[in-house]
T-cell receptor, first 114, second 117 residues
Framework: ETGVTQSPTHLIKTRGQQVTLRCSSQ?????VSWYQQALGQGPQFIFQ???????GRGNFPPRFSGLQFPNYSSELNVNALELDDSALYLC?????????????FGPGTRLLVL | AQTVTQSQPEMSVQEAETVTLSCTYD???????LFWYKQPPSRQMILVIR??????QNATENRFSVNFQKAAKSFSLKISDSQLGDAAMYFC??????????????FGSGTQLTVLP
């Protein structure tokens, strides 16, 4: 069974640029959630995708957007990067509709905005 | 909105001893899930244990067990026979199971556990 994978592992961008982060869900999972984890803090929910539709969103501006593909993989796009966007971005997959909707996390992408 | 509070930013334990990490939460819902995740320096968030609120029995996974007090909205993690590999940041997390909700995880601020040899 393949776990959740994310790419790239590290990324450096400058303020105002755009970035795309990628996530492949665990085998058998149909739901992907994205979280932002600032240094020294707990992760904050960005949004969730289920059946290629956004299924819930946290308190993040519209410049944070996403996609889910038919194979359940997902992308997180961030436009007009700001310094405060520097963080670890975590992707988690789960199986919606099951009795145990536990989210399993990938290794994360570390984004640094200069 | 649900909130999760971890009041112990740092804890330490001697190898082979037992340690308890505290977590409290606030919710108006009656059914939900609670989780403990660990995040070692490698950054990957790893599931430690899960508790369904409708189950009165406390969850146990090998050396890890929880003390779930629903009325008090308390969910502590006990680690027995601590090992060096248990050293990590531990996060308590809440998930609603209401129909139509996104099942998002709400995390606490974490407890950094150090295991002393």
């Amino acid at each position: 069974e393949t776990g959740v994978t994310q790419s790239p592992t590290h990324l450096i961008k400058t303020r105002g640029q755009q970035v795309t982060l990628r996530c492949s869900s665990q085998s058998g999972h149909n739901t992907v959630s994205w979280y932002q984890q600032a240094l020294g803090q707990g992760p904050q929910f960005i949004f969730q995708y289920y059946r290629e539709e956004e299924n819930g969103r946290g308190n993040f501006p519209p410049r944070f957007s996403g996609l889910q593909f038919p194979n359940y993989s997902s992308e997180l796009n961030v436009n007009a990067l700001e310094l405060d966007d520097s963080a670890l971005y975590l992707c988690a997959s789960s199986s919606a509709g099951g009795l145990q909707e536990t989210q399993y996390f990938g290794p994360g992408t570390r984004l640094l905005v200069l | 909105a649900q909130t999760v509070t971890q009041s112990q930013p740092e804890m330490s334990v001697q190898e082979a001893e037992t340690v308890t990490l505290s977590c409290t939460y606030d919710t108006s819902e009656s059914d939900y899930y609670l989780f403990w995740y660990k995040q070692p320096p490698s950054r990957q968030m790893i599931l430690v244990i899960r508790q369904e609120a409708y189950k009165q029995q406390n969850a146990t996974e090998n050396r890890f067990s929880v003390n779930f007090q629903k009325a008090a909205k308390s969910f502590s993690l006990k680690i027995s026979d601590s090992q060096l590999g248990d050293a990590a940041m531990y996060f308590c997390a809440y998930s609603s199971i209401s129909s139509g909700s996104a099942r998002q995880l709400t995390f606490g601020s974490g407890t950094q556990l150090t295991v002393l040899p």
